[in-house]
């Protein structure tokens, strides 16, 4: 199975150390899918300024491919973030830099590539919206992050092109999050995955809701948290369904349960992913 991270990474600047760490949804989920054994990429924009250099770097030890990146001259991605009680929160950013100021102006070539792979993740932070009529021709599965920040709009516009969409929803009532989940799978997504933070995570295929209750652990830091978890369970999600052994649901089960631990597990990890470097 080949995966590929579309759209953006950033520097997540920790303003009470002073360390800068890498990550960006699109980017901490070809990285999760590369540790869980998957053959993994990303596709995005970097910067030239240091905080570039860093994500670039880091990418390089954990040899991810990054050969169809796209290099703007400009500011990185960045965030900066503090944390309260292991809790991340975030503070500003410069929302995406180049990636948002140039887009990912995809080429035949970058589409020729992202035909090879078995699912494309992007997100709403990822700038990609003008690109996915293209992707969807190519035939190849696309997975979606909504993040918490989506609108009705974004909603109607995205989901024709989607074949698995994630929303974050802890700010959401409960009748307000199924009848999203109902109102994504009738126009036409495969699965809808909306994680609640500690109150665990919610699935819909279309006709069953599956609840995944949390793995309490006392967290370092949650920035990869709902990525992490995300990226699990479409790991064991898809591998399994191409062994064809377990039927739907036993594999939505076993999916939700392996995601809750590794889930809890990024927890314990500063930043994203690691890789921090102090910063002036």
Same mark, same amino acid.
């Given at each position: 199975?080949?995966?590929?991270?579309?759209?953006?990474?950033?520097?997540?600047?920790?303003?009470?150390?002073?360390?800068?760490?890498?990550?960006?949804?699109?980017?901490?989920?070809?990285?999760?899918?590369?540790?869980?054994?998957?053959?993994?990429?990303?596709?995005?924009?970097?910067?030239?300024?240091?905080?570039?250099?860093?994500?670039?770097?880091?990418?390089?030890?954990?040899?991810?491919?990054? *050969? /169809?990146? $796209?290099?703007?001259?400009?500011? @990185?991605?960045?965030?900066? =973030? !503090?944390?309260?009680?292991?809790?991340? +929160?975030?503070?500003?950013?410069?929302?995406?830099?180049?990636?948002?100021?140039?887009?990912?102006?995809?080429?035949?070539?970058?589409?020729?590539?992202?035909?090879?792979?078995?699912?494309?993740?992007?997100?709403?932070?990822?700038?990609?919206?003008?690109?996915?009529?293209?992707?969807?021709?190519?035939?190849?599965?696309?997975?979606?992050?909504?993040?918490?920040?989506?609108?009705?709009?974004?909603?109607?516009?995205?989901?024709?092109?989607?074949?698995?969409?994630?929303?974050?929803? *802890? /700010?959401? $009532?409960?009748?307000?999050?199924? @009848?999203?989940?109902?109102? =994504? !799978?009738?126009?036409?997504?495969?699965? +809808?995955?909306?994680?609640?933070?500690?109150?665990?995570?919610?699935?819909?295929?279309?006709?069953?809701?599956?609840?995944?209750?949390?793995?309490?652990?006392?967290?370092?830091?949650?920035?990869?948290?709902?990525?992490?978890?995300?990226?699990?369970?479409?790991?064991?999600?898809?591998?399994?369904?191409?062994?064809?052994?377990?039927?739907?649901?036993?594999?939505?089960?076993?999916?939700?349960?392996?995601?809750?631990?590794?889930?809890?597990?990024?927890?314990?990890?500063?930043?994203?992913?690691?890789?921090?470097?102090?910063?002036?």
């Amino acid at each position: 199975m080949k995966v590929i991270g579309l759209g953006d990474n950033v520097v997540d600047k920790y303003e009470h150390i002073r360390t800068m760490y890498p990550g960006g949804n699109a980017l901490n989920f070809a990285v999760y899918a590369k540790r869980l054994g998957v053959d993994a990429a990303f596709l995005g924009a970097f910067g030239t300024d240091q905080e570039a250099a860093h994500v670039q770097e880091s990418i390089r030890q954990i040899e991810l491919d990054i *050969s /169809h990146c $796209k290099v703007y001259e400009g500011e @990185n991605g960045c965030a900066r =973030v !503090t944390l309260k009680d292991g809790d991340r +929160v975030f503070l500003g950013s410069n929302r995406c830099g180049v990636l948002r100021e140039h887009g990912l102006n995809l080429t035949a070539e970058d589409l020729n590539y992202i035909k090879e792979f078995d699912l494309v993740h992007t997100g709403l932070y990822g700038f990609t919206e003008p690109e996915l009529p293209r992707i969807k021709e190519l035939g190849v599965p696309i997975g979606f992050d909504f993040s918490s920040d989506f609108t009705e709009n974004q909603v109607n516009e995205i989901v024709p092109f989607v074949d698995y969409a994630y929303f974050s929803c *802890s /700010h959401l $009532k409960t009748d307000a999050m199924l @009848n999203l989940m109902l109102k =994504v !799978t009738k126009m036409g997504c495969k699965l +809808v995955l909306c994680t609640m933070g500690e109150k665990g995570a919610l699935l819909f295929d279309g006709a069953k809701f599956y609840v995944q209750e949390p793995k309490h652990v006392k967290a370092i830091d949650t920035m990869g948290a709902g990525d992490s978890f995300i990226t699990c369970f479409m790991m064991n999600y898809l591998s399994q369904i191409k062994e064809g052994i377990l039927n739907q649901d036993q594999i939505i089960i076993k999916s939700l349960e392996k995601a809750a631990d590794f889930s809890s597990q990024q927890c314990l990890v500063d930043g994203s992913f690691g890789y921090g470097k102090l910063y002036v």
